[in-house]
C-alpha cells in the first residue's frame, strides 16, 4: 500500500455520533490551526507520500476545507481520500467540486441500514437520507466509495443488512470497524459496546456476503483472536505506512502508535503466535470488560506435500 | 529571577484524592511562574496524563531503594520545597518502603506538608473498623508549615488555604451529548457515586470485609426505589452488585483521567458520597452540584442496640439488613471508619453547610433527602445558595500557592 498522509483538519463536526472516537461533540470550538496544516502538507511534499487521507470531525464543515485540497494538488500528491459522513455530498454541485478538486476515495460513515438505526446512532435528523444520496452522488462522478461501520449494540444485528445496503449503492469497499472506546465513546462503552462473540456471530455473514458480491471488505481495530480465521482482512494486514498529524502533534507511524499507546496485550497474548501484527486490544476496553474474551492464536502451518 | 521549583511527594497508592489535592496547589504555582514536579507512585499516574505537570513514576518494586530515587530528583530539581501530598500518606508509604520520613530532612531543604485533617484538631488516632486506631506519627508536630485544605477543614484551621478547584461547568449541548452516552433523556435524573481503591479492597478484617460488602446492596436498593427515570453513574475500579436492582439503570465505569471525570460530573444532577472528604466532592461543590453524604453514626452490636440508637423508625428492610449485618461501627469515609477522628474536625465547620449529610439506617431520609435534590427546584436551589455562600468564604482565603510562597519567603519552614 502507498505510503499516506493522514490529517485531522478539524475537530467540529455537523453530526453527534455517541461512539465519536475524537469526541467532535465534545469540543465547542476548533483547536486544529490551518497553518500547521499547511506546514505538514508542504512539508512532507514530494517526500514519496502517495496519497493524503483527511479527516476530523467532520472535515466537509471546515471552512479551510476547499483550499487544503486545493493546496494538495498544488503540492502534487496524487490521491485524495476524504472520511466524511456524506452529508454534504447529496448536494450535487459540492460533491462535483470535491471530485474536481482531486478527491478520489469518499470513506463514508454508514452505521445503519435504516434511517432510524442510522440517525439514532448519529443523533442526525435525515442523516442517512442525504448520506445514501451523497454515496450516489460520487458514485456517478466515478469517484471510489469505502464505507466505515463501527459495530455498536444497536446496529450489530444489521450487518448484513448494512452489507446489502452498500452492495446495492455499489461501494466498492466495506471496512467494519471495531468502537474504539476514547472520545465520546468512553461514555457510552455499556450502552454501545457488544461483546466480541456476538459480533463474530453477525459480521461472518456479512463478510461472506460482500465477499460472493466481489466486494473488498476489511475489518479494523479487531483483535485477531476474536475474528478468527479473518485475519487477511485486517486493514493493518495490508502494509500500511501513515504518517499523521493530529491536533499539531506527528504521529510518525499511525499503526505502531495504536499499538503501543492505545492498544495493550495480556496475558492470553503471551503466547499467541500472531501478536505482533494484531496490535492488541483497546486499553479502555480492557479498563471495562478484562480480559476473559480473548486467547492465544496459532498460525496455521501449512504443509508441504514436496518431496514426499 | 528563575523560577523556583517544588518536589512533591504523592505516595499514597490507595486512592488520588491527597494526590489530586498536591494538583492542585501545583496548578496554583504554575500560575505563579513558578515549577512543580512530582514523584509520584504509578496508581495514580492517570491523574497527570494529558496535563502539564512534569512527574516520574514509580512502582513498588522500588522499596527501599525509592531513598536514591529521592536523591537522584532532588539533585536534577535543585527545589526550593519538598512538599508531601499529604503528611500521613507520606510517612505510612515511607514507613511500607521500609524507610524512615527522617531521609526528607537530610537535604536541608524546606519540608511542606498537606495536613488534610487538620491533625490539631483531629486528634492523632484514627478509628478503623471495630476497636482498631490507627496512630499518627508526631513528626507532624515538627513540621510548623502546614497547607491545611478548604475544603474540607475549617478556614481558621493553622495553614488553612483555598483548595477550592475551577467549577466544570458544561455547554448544554455538550452536557446532553455526555447523557446520551449513557441513554439518558432530558427528563432523567443522573446521581453520580465515586469510590476510590482504597474503598473496594480486600481488607484483612473481617468487619471492615463484611461492611464493604453489606453496604453497597443497601444503597443499591434505595436507589432503585427513586423511581424509573433516576439512572446512577458509578465511577470506581470495581462494579458495585447494584445491577439486580437497577438493571440497566446502573452504569459503572472505570476510574478515569481528569478531563473524562469532569465530563460525567459536569453531567450529573447529583453527587452521591460515601467519603466526607472526597476531593471529588469539593468540585462538585465548586461547581454548583448538590451532593449529598452518606455517613453511619450508629455503633451497634445487634439490632435492639441500633433500634434504640435510632431517631427515627427504621425500615423493615433496614431491620433485616441490620440482622444480617451487625455488627455496626460508625464510619464517615466508608468502609473504613475515621468517624471519632473527624467529629471534631467537622463540627460547626461550615464546609457541612455546602451539602446535606444522611445516615445510612435512615430509608426514608436517605431517599426523600436525594429525591428532593433531584426533582424539587426549591429544595435544590436552597443547597445550591449554601454552596455559593461557602465557596465565597473559601475564596476569601490566601491560595495554597500563596502560603507556599509566603513559607519560603520566610525562609523558616525547614524541619525543626
Known sequence: MQPTLSIHITDLCNSRCTFCVVGSPLYTKNTVQFGQVLDFLKSNANQGFWAVNLHGGEPTIDPHFLDILANIRELGYKEVHLQTNGIKLADSSYAKKLVDLGVTLFIVSLHGDSPAMQDELTHTPSGLERTLEG???????????????????????????????????????????????????????????????????????????????????????????????MESLHLNEQGRRIRMLMRGQVIENYDAFMSTSCRQFGAPCQTCEIREPCGGVYNEYIQYRGWAEFAPLQRVRLTSHRGT | MKARRHLFLALTRAGWGETALGIRVAQQLQHTGEEPFFLVHEAAGMLFRNGTIPFEEYSDKVGPFFEFLLDEQVTLQKPASIILCDFLTTVDNLRLMGLSPDILSRYGIPIIAMDTWNFEESGTGVDIFIGKTKPVSNWIAELPFRLAPVPFVRPQAKGACSFLPAPVRLPQRIREHVR????????????????????????????????????????????????????????????????????????????????????????????????????????????????????????????????AWATFPLSDRVRTWLEQTTPLYPFSMFPLGFFRFLAPVLVDNPYCQAFHTVELLDEEGCKSTCNALLFDRGAREALLQAQAQYTALVHKLPTAANLVQSYLERGACSPR
Open chain 2, 180 to 307: 446520551a452516552g449513557f441513554g439518558l433523556s432530558a427528563h432523567d435524573r443522573a446521581v453520580l457515586i465515586c469510590t476510590a481503591n482504597w474503598q473496594q479492597t480486600v481488607y484483612n478484617d473481617d468487619n471492615g470485609q463484611r461492611m464493604a460488602g453489606a453496604v453497597p446492596p443497601l444503597l443499591g436498593r434505595y436507589l432503585a426505589e427513586f423511581g424509573p427515570s433516576v439512572h446512577v453513574i458509578h465511577i470506581g475500579p470495581t462494579a458495585f452488585a447494584f445491577e439486580g436492582s437497577l438493571g440497566e439503570r446502573y452504569h459503572w465505569m472505570p476510574s478515569q483521567t481528569s478531563e473524562r471525570f469532569q465530563h460525567v460530573l459536569g453531567s450529573v444532577d447529583l453527587y452521591l458520597s460515601l467519603n466526607v472528604s472526597a476531593t471529588t466532592m469539593s468540585t462538585a461543590i465548586a461547581s454548583g452540584i448538590p451532593v449529598v453524604v452518606v455517613q453511619n453514626s450508629c455503633a451497634a452490636q445487634n439490632v435492639d442496640e441500633a433500634c
Open chain 1, 135 to 229: 454515496i450516489r452522488q460520487v458514485k456517478a462522478l466515478g469517484a471510489s466509495v469505502r464505507t466505515n461501520t463501527v459495530i455498536t449494540k444497536r446496529n450489530v444485528e444489521h450487518v448484513l443488512g448494512i452489507a446489502r445496503l452498500a452492495c446495492e449503492l455499489s461501494v466498492d469497499h466495506v471496512n467494519f470497524s471495531n468502537l474504539h472506546p476514547v472520545g465520546s465513546a468512553f461514555f457510552s462503552f455499556q450502552k454501545l459496546v457488544p461483546p466480541f462473540a456476538v459480533i463474530r456471530t453477525h459480521l461472518l455473514p456479512a463478510v461472506e456476503h460482500l465477499l460472493i458480491a466481489s466486494r473488498k471488505v476489511t475489518l479494523e481495530g479487531f483483535p485477531y483472536c476474536t475474528m478468527p480465521n
